[in-house]
């Protein structure tokens, strides 16, 4: 029964950073091959993959967003957080974390998600 569940605020000023947290329970984040994704989702763009962070540590970003993007871990309290940096409103979205696992060999599936959670981007 693996549960997350996102924090942080959900206003923020254009050309600051968005700063999320996502809470783990029920597993442990380092252990288990897993990666422990951002996801955010916008009315006009659908899904739209951000990056994850994987039980070793390693991060991997979306092209699109790799130069603002960075996501790290705290083990001690099984949290993993993103920081999204120089945002304007485009990034706008309900943002989610979740968990990612490899099936078929090639493809990834989010097994467990947290709820989401409302980031605006305004002044």
């Known amino acids: 029964q693996v549960q997350l569940r996102e924090s942080g605020p959900g206003l923020v000023k254009p050309s600051q950073t968005l700063s999320l947290t996502c809470t783990v329970s029920?597993?442990?984040?380092?252990?288990?091959?897993?990666?422990w994704s951002w996801i955010r989702q916008s009315p006009g763009k659908g899904l739209q993959w951000i990056g994850y962070i994987a039980y070793s540590g390693v991060t991997r970003y979306s092209p699109s967003l790799k130069s603002r993007t960075s996501m790290s871990r705290d083990t001690s309290n099984n949290q993993f957080s993103l920081q999204l940096s120089s945002v304007t409103p485009e990034d706008t979205a309900v943002y989610y974390c979740?968990?990612?696992?490899?099936?078929?060999?090639?493809?990834?599936?989010?097994?467990?998600w947290g709820q989401g959670t409302q980031v605006t981007v305004s002044s």
């Open positions: 029920g597993g442990s984040i380092t252990t288990g091959i897993y990666y």
């Open positions: 979740a968990r990612g696992v490899i099936v078929a060999g090639f493809e990834t599936k989010y097994d467990y």
